[in-house]
């Protein structure tokens, strides 16, 4: 395997497991697609839903996306292809073709923020407001000069809601979702149900937000691996989405995933 360690643990010391009693819980954004200026523009590479596919076979059908997105978006952009995943951090979870939301999609403290927000944007060209129904984002991806702005919006937004919602920090976006939402939850409850209970976790992340779920593996003696830059608790590395994809590809012929 040629995941780089990060920060400095040789792979070779990485245990061993068996090539099939791994659970692989990966991230979308950043992960397995490359970012693009506008989240909607995210280009999903030819053969990507076959591998991940293979893979589900390999791991005994253990194998879900943890992404900030709606569930209903991650199918869009793997069409035909359909997976077990947590959306929004874990609002949302789809486990065995049975899908579970835990927060009304018509919140009105949510519906409130959402028009707040769209106020705050419209004069400002470049920022970008997503409603996901359970949850709400703002991008300055194409504004980088706002971000200040956006920060201290967000941080004002969040003090008028109260503790039962909390904000997610991203690569150019500001997230508020329900407080209970983490991507370790999300690991955690698909960890308690078959297939994956018993399994060994390998969690994929490239953002803020992944550090939840590399926390969640970590503790159960699993995987994590970032993508791309910045600090991170997980101990290997991988330069860019497609490294992670061709890792997949190696993968899913039969490359053992612990290095060894
Ligand atoms: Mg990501």
Redesign the pocket.
């Known amino acids: 395997m040629s995941l780089d360690p990060a920060p400095a643990r040789p792979a070779a010391e990485l245990p061993k497991g068996s090539s099939d009693d791994y659970a692989l819980f990966l991230?979308?954004?950043?992960?397995l697609v490359e970012l693009a200026p506008r989240p909607q523009d995210v280009v999903v590479a030819p053969g990507l839903g076959v591998t991940l596919e293979t893979l589900r076979d390999r791991f005994g059908g253990a194998l879900a996306l943890v992404s900030g997105r709606p569930i209903a978006t991650l199918d869009e952009f793997l069409a035909p292809h359909r997976f077990d995943a947590a959306g929004l951090h874990g609002v949302e979870m789809r486990r065995s073709g049975v899908f579970a939301a835990r927060a009304t999609d018509h919140e009105p403290e949510l519906r409130e923020l959402v028009d707040r927000f769209r106020g705050f944007v419209e004069p400002r060209p470049g920022l970008l407001l997503e409603d996901k129904g359970r949850s709400v984002a703002l991008h300055w991806r194409l504004a980088p000069d706002l971000e200040s702005e956006v920060v201290e919006e967000a941080a004002a937004a969040l003090e008028s809601l109260g503790s039962r919602w909390r904000l997610q920090a991203g690569k150019s976006v500001l997230e508020i979702l329900p407080a209970f939402a983490t991507k370790a939850g999300a690991v955690q409850e698909f960890l308690e149900a078959e297939p994956y209970r018993g399994r060994r976790p390998v969690f994929v992340?490239?953002?803020v937000t992944?550090e939840h779920g590399f926390e969640a593996v970590l503790e159960r003696g699993g995987l994590a691996i970032r993508i791309g830059e910045g600090p991170t608790v997980a101990p290997l590395r991988l330069p860019s989405p497609a490294a992670f994809r061709e890792q997949l590809a190696r993968w899913a012929q039969g490359e053992p995933i612990a290095a060894g």
């Open positions: 991230d979308f954004d950043g992960t992340g490239d953002d992944d």
